[in-house]
């Protein structure tokens, strides 16, 4: 593998490592104005009920657009909502797409509760830089 490919993925990984995190605290600070704009505009997100070890699942919530994501996550400002703790980061790159897989775990502010599970991501670069394509979130039970 070249240098500057080499450069490349490690830029990649890291720019991609910090948009999770981005999210992450966009979502801990109770800013959800701030997600649509770490999407491509067609990016998802899609939150699941499932198990750790199995395939199946059950399909929770899917928005099919930045801004409808956004607009219920600003429907809930205020209210509780997670402080997501992000876990075992792991991310594959290839040319200008990506995909990564991680851990969350996340005391809901405000409650005595918490939620558990696993992040399925996908990456596009796009005029150099990398944004969500789709995000899936797999809630353990529990």
Do not use: C
Request: charged fraction near 30%; avoid cysteine.
């Amino acid at each position: 593998m070249s240098t500057e490919t080499r450069l490349d993925r490690l830029e990649a990984q890291a720019a991609i490592a910090d948009l999770v995190h981005a999210y992450a605290r966009a979502v801990r600070r109770d800013e959800p104005e701030k997600v649509g704009a770490m999407f491509v505009p067609e990016g998802t997100f899609e939150v699941r009920s499932g198990q750790p070890d199995k395939a199946e699942y059950e399909v929770r919530s899917r928005y099919e657009t930045p801004e409808a994501l956004v607009a219920f996550l600003v429907g809930q400002k205020g209210g509780p909502h997670p402080v997501p703790l992000i876990h075992n980061l792991m991310i594959e790159v290839d040319g200008d797409r990506a995909t990564a897989n991680s851990m969350m775990a996340a005391p809901i502010w405000g409650t005595d509760k918490e939620v558990f599970g696993e992040y399925h991501d996908s990456f596009e670069r796009r005029d150099g830089r990398w944004l969500f394509s789709a995000r899936i979130y797999t809630v353990f039970p529990g």
